[in-house]
């Protein structure tokens, strides 16, 4: 069993995004700079058939550990097959370290071998709660999250609390969501974690009823819920600049689209103009990003995503693809956030 000693990440202004494993969101954490790297803890979901590890094979994440969510992946009937061993020992192989993510309704089966997976790298773990699904009420968080951190043998000193709030999905929803928060982080602070946060996602999961050609504004409720509470020593997380609703199997030539990040919106670019060719419509949608109100003072060097956007706008050449877009969105997104955090210590 291979045992992986990975860096300490300092808990202040640490920000959780919640990504997919897959190349946009995997390009922004391989182009981060050790100074963000050591503020992002990132949580990655798999879902059955992703194969992880070759993407972090082929760009390494900067952050050297990530917290996997194995939730949407089945127990295997072969007892001797433990997706969250086999996967710390193929991650840590490739230098990275693996924090398991504990789930309310996973087995007693899988709460072991994630209680396994964590002592084979930092001795820590996440465990996601939704309070929404996994706890009506007090009493029924304290006996369900318990339950957990016995299942997986593993002390509440060690392991990341994640409030999960899920869809935000407008001002309403928003309001009612905030108080939810306060009620369980009250509850949280009679238990010593290793670190409470709260995530949420705002993002709709489609976007095509949106208008091309011009900027469009979609609010971060997410973000102004975490803000609105106020609470010190309560972390940052959220679905990055996607959707906390996945929409699987979809797949489509899409418009050349970006999803830049302000402190209370998403300016939203849906290209179509320019003609046929992508390249043409990702210059000009980037032309246009780069002389918009919100690009921001530092230009290129906020962020390697900016830095991609603005060579864009200077040439017509390598207009990009989906994965591209995501990429780009994704890293100014991390950028911004760790921006408007308070600096680690």
């Not at 773990?125 to 009493?139: E, F, G, I, K, Q």
């Not at 949608?285 to 962020?303: D, I, N």
């Not at 995501?326 to 991390?334: K, L, Y």
Request: hydrophobic share 40%.
């Amino acid at each position: 069993m291979t045992v992986f000693a990975g860096p300490e990440v300092t808990e202040d202004g640490v920000y959780r995004p919640i990504l997919r494993p897959r190349r946009g969101e995997m390009a922004a954490l391989h182009h981060l700079d050790a100074a963000a790297a050591r503020r992002v803890s990132p949580i990655v979901e798999v879902s059955p058939g992703e194969r992880l590890p070759q993407l972090v094979r082929q760009l390494p994440p900067r952050t050297g550990a990530i917290a996997v969510d194995l939730g949407a992946v089945p127990d295997p009937p072969d007892p001797l097959v433990s997706p969250p061993l086999d996967l710390a020992e193929e991650l840590a192989a490739l230098g990275v370290a693996m924090l398991p993510v504990l789930r309310a309704y996973e087995s007693p089966r899988r709460l072991v071998e994630h209680g396994l997976a964590a002592r084979m790298h930092l001795m820590r773990a996440v465990l996601r709660l939704r309070p929404h699904t996994d706890a009506r009420n007090s009493a029924e968080a304290t006996a369900t999250t318990r339950r957990m951190l016995a299942g997986a043998g593993l002390e509440a000193e060690h392991v990341d609390l994640v409030i999960d709030l899920a869809e935000t999905a407008c001002a309403a929803h928003a309001d009612r969501f905030e108080e939810r928060a306060r009620q369980v982080l009250r509850w949280a602070r009679a238990t010593p974690w290793r670190s409470v946060t709260v995530a949420a996602g705002a993002m709709p999961p489609n976007l095509d009823d949106l208008p091309t050609d011009e900027p469009v504004t979609v609010g971060r409720l997410d973000a102004q819920v975490w803000a609105r509470l106020s609470e010190p020593g309560v972390g940052y997380a959220d679905y990055g600049v996607t959707s906390p609703v996945r929409r699987n199997g979809i797949s489509r030539r899409q418009l050349p689209t970006l999803r830049y990040t302000a402190d209370r919106d998403w300016w939203i670019y849906r290209w179509a103009r320019r003609g046929g060719r992508s390249d043409d419509r990702c210059h000009d949608l980037c032309r246009t990003l780069v002389g918009s109100p919100h690009w921001p003072a530092t230009g290129a060097r906020f962020s390697w995503g900016d830095a991609q956007i603005a060579e864009r706008a200077r040439s017509a050449r390598g207009g990009g693809s989906s994965a591209s877009w995501i990429a780009w969105s994704t890293s100014h997104h991390i950028a911004h956030v760790l921006a408007t955090l308070a600096p680690a210590t």
